[in-house]
């Protein structure tokens, strides 16, 4: 077993490019990490790596052994997967994506009681507003909020999230309050925006149907909480699901903006590889979250 730990560990440090990062996502300190890849080395009598005071990269014989125990790792997962249907006793690392204000606010309160129910899973929660990768980045299931991508992933809608746009009384009183659409071209509209993002525009729902605005704003983050914070500032106005700007519209710290024509809402779904599929442990984790957000979920359609 110890041979097969240094494996996987080797396993991510390939993936991750360096051996802090693969050892922390094995829960291991670098310097473990370390001895676990010397120790695979000594093993096979060859060098997986070579190493700089900068870089670390693979080396032809780490480079063909990273292709087939990939493949064996992903094998073993599988297998004890299949198996967790037999037993009943779900086990092993669950890794889950999010971006932040939905992660945070919706699926986190989430993962104690699912762990309590099963204290063998380990759920591994990363919360990011930047685009992911599924197969890189060795996620069980991403959570997303957005238009389905095209891909080969499988893909469940669990609702359609209403959004808003939002700005402090404050900033309208100083700065005007828009009355259609084409009026957000003079405002300052606080962005996402990071490498590589799907869109640099914000579409209303109009009563002629969609509207695609090019906006345009002095500045911008790839953290949606970032611009929430800077709407309460009273900076700009910013395009928020309405359920991360609630209790803000509620105390009327924000108020809306253009309320007859809103954004068009974003779907909240899931994917995941097909073959995580026939892991117990992903199909239950997801319908625990469809069942435990039922409330949530129907107030946003």
């Not at 360096?18 to 996502?25: A, Q, V």
């Not at 093993?43 to 900068?54: A, C, H, M, Q």
Request: glycine content about 6%.
């Amino acid at each position: 077993m110890p041979y097969v730990e240094s494996i996987k560990v080797f396993c991510r440090v390939v993936e991750l490019g360096s051996i802090t990062s693969g050892g922390r996502d094995m829960r291991l300190t670098p310097a473990v990490a370390s001895n676990r890849i010397k120790e695979l080395e000594k093993r096979l009598g060859v060098r997986l790596f070579d190493r700089t005071t900068r870089k670390l990269r693979t080396t032809e014989a780490g480079q063909l052994f990273y292709d087939h125990a990939r493949r064996v790792i992903d094998t073993l997962d599988d297998a004890e997967a299949a198996l967790a249907g037999f037993s009943g006793q779900l086990r092993g690392a669950l890794r889950v994506s999010s971006p932040l204000g939905l992660g945070q606010r919706l699926l986190a309160p989430l993962v104690p009681a699912f762990a309590d129910s099963h204290p063998d899973v380990q759920i591994q929660l990363r919360l990011s507003d930047r685009k992911i990768d599924l197969l890189e980045d060795r996620l069980d299931i991403a959570f997303m909020l957005g238009n389905p991508p095209d891909s080969t992933f499988k893909q469940r809608k669990l609702a359609d999230v209403p959004r808003a746009l939002v700005a402090t009384p404050d900033y309208l009183a100083k700065h005007g309050t828009p009355d259609s659409p084409q009026a957000l071209m003079n405002h300052n509209c606080l962005l996402l925006r990071y490498p590589r993002s799907p869109e640099y525009f914000w579409t209303l729902n109009t009563s002629d149907g969609p509207l695609k605005l090019n906006v345009l704003g002095r500045f911008d983050a790839d953290s949606s909480d970032i611009l929430t914070d800077w709407a309460l500032a009273g900076h700009g106005i910013a395009n928020k699901p309405r359920f991360e700007v609630a209790m803000h519209l509620g105390s009327g710290a924000l108020v809306e903006v253009l309320p007859q024509t809103p954004p068009m809402p974003t779907s909240f779904l899931c994917l995941y590889p097909h073959r995580k599929l026939q892991d117990p442990k992903v199909r239950l984790f997801i319908d625990y979250v469809a069942e435990a957000l039922k409330p949530q979920l129907r107030a946003m359609s």
